[in-house]
């Protein structure tokens, strides 16, 4: 049995080890014993630069680090992670991280390696053998003090970016800041020029099929690609999708050559994408990303051949949506549509189709009839029923808009119901 006096004995041999080396592989395997816990040391892109040896892990996301070299994109990104490495930036301490979101994967803790106002790195550990005590708080936030004093030692690494971007562009999205005056001085401070050309809009990229995620090599292999072909745009990870916040000047649908390019990009990766309305006012970040999500969700459930989906087309679904939390939407419905639809289902006429295709082909006897597969008599026989039974004026534009707003609520049921 180790007497006490001989494991301070062994502590302090193994704490002037560590003094004394400039490895940071090194340190992380001397390191190891005393702290008790895997330890990974990666640089501001979650590229791993040194990792402990653990064959005795077989767990799914240690394996997936140790294989691709780099930590999760979608879980580093992560806002609760963020917020995690946030705190121990702002505490220079290490911070117990629950937000991991498996069940079977234990707490993380977490130190951010800064240089002054310079993130270099990042320091984990995954508690698999101990349970995170204070002893091994303080022995791991003194095993990254260290790495933080070697990191500083590469002149090329002390001058990189500073990640405190990523953080602030992530309370934008959030919607935590809200001071006009405060984000425009942040962004002077990290030199982007994100309004260069007087509007922004968010894109929102995802997979095609929801709720698929990507892994960690494809992520970065998405983030080379689009980041080469749109060079000017802020490129980024934000929990299990990818943003890219473009500067404009009027609308990135009036842009020829960046639709082109991202239609073949989103075709090449099976992706889709939503972007926002163009963006004026820089505090209603969180809202125009919000568009661009929107904008995403319901186009892959309307047009699910379409790859990019601007929000101005689903705005009025999204509105439904809202209501539909509140409300029956079928009370907002035009009594006609009701009429229509019930004669139909006892006559077996189409009625009410052909009221909608006459509403959104310029209220055209021709265009109509051509949509429908029918004789333009069939179609003037058709509207005349329609205004028998309805007595509607179809030029009326409150008439008109209102039966054209309740097709577009019956959409929304029967995509609800789907």
């Not at 926002?276 to 970040?285: N, V």
Request: with cysteine; proline share 4%.
């Amino acid at each position: 049995m180790m007497s006490q006096k001989t494991k301070s004995t062994i502590m302090i041999q193994k704490l002037n080890q560590l003094l004394t080396c400039h490895d940071i592989q090194k340190v992380l395997n001397l390191g190891r014993p005393l702290f008790g816990n895997p330890i990974i040391l990666s640089s501001i892109s979650y590229t791993v630069m040194a990792i402990t040896k653990e064959p005795e892990i077989k767990e799914r996301r240690w394996l997936d680090i140790v294989q691709t070299g780099g930590l999760p994109i979608s879980g580093v990104t992560n806002v609760k992670i963020n917020e995690a490495y946030r705190l121990s930036a702002e505490q220079q301490r290490p911070v117990i991280d629950n937000s991991v979101g498996d069940p079977d994967s234990p707490p993380m803790l977490r130190k951010t390696l800064c240089a002054g106002e310079k993130i270099l790195g990042y320091l984990d550990s995954p508690a698999y053998f101990k349970e995170i005590a204070e002893e091994e708080i303080e022995i791991f936030d003194f095993l990254g003090n260290l790495l933080t004093v070697e990191l500083m030692r590469d002149v090329d690494r002390a001058v990189v970016p500073d990640n405190m971007l990523d953080y602030f562009i992530f309370d934008l999205l959030e919607g935590k800041l809200k001071d006009q005056k405060l984000i425009q001085e942040r962004f002077e401070y990290f030199k982007w020029n994100i309004r260069s050309k007087g509007k922004i809009q968010i894109v929102h990229i995802r997979e095609r099929e929801a709720g698929e995620i990507p892994d960690n090599a494809r992520f970065r292999k998405l983030m080379e690609l689009f980041s080469s072909t749109f060079p000017m745009s802020k490129m980024f990870v934000y929990g299990s999708e990818l943003k890219m916040i473009c500067s404009i000047r009027e609308s990135l649908r009036l842009d020829e050559r960046f639709c082109s390019d991202l239609s073949r990009l989103l075709e090449q990766q099976h992706l889709i994408a939503g972007i926002s309305r163009p963006l004026l006012d820089i505090t209603t970040f969180s809202e125009f990303n919000c568009q661009a999500v929107k904008a995403a969700q319901l186009g892959s459930w309307l047009k699910p051949d379409q790859k990019i989906h601007y929000y101005d087309d689903y705005a009025i679904y999204h509105a439904l949506e809202l209501a539909a939390k509140h409300e029956n939407l079928m009370q907002f419905c035009h009594s006609a549509i009701v009429l229509l639809r019930d004669y139909d289902l006892e006559h077996d006429t189409e009625l009410l189709e052909s009221l909608r295709v006459y509403l959104t082909h310029n209220r055209s006897i021709g265009e109509s009839a051509a949509a429908l597969y029918i004789h333009r008599n069939t179609m003037n026989y058709r509207m005349a029923k329609i205004n028998e039974l309805t007595c509607m004026d179809l030029n009326e534009p409150d008439v008109y808009c209102h039966l054209l707003f309740s097709f577009y609520t019956l959409d929304y049921r029967s995509m609800m119901a789907d």
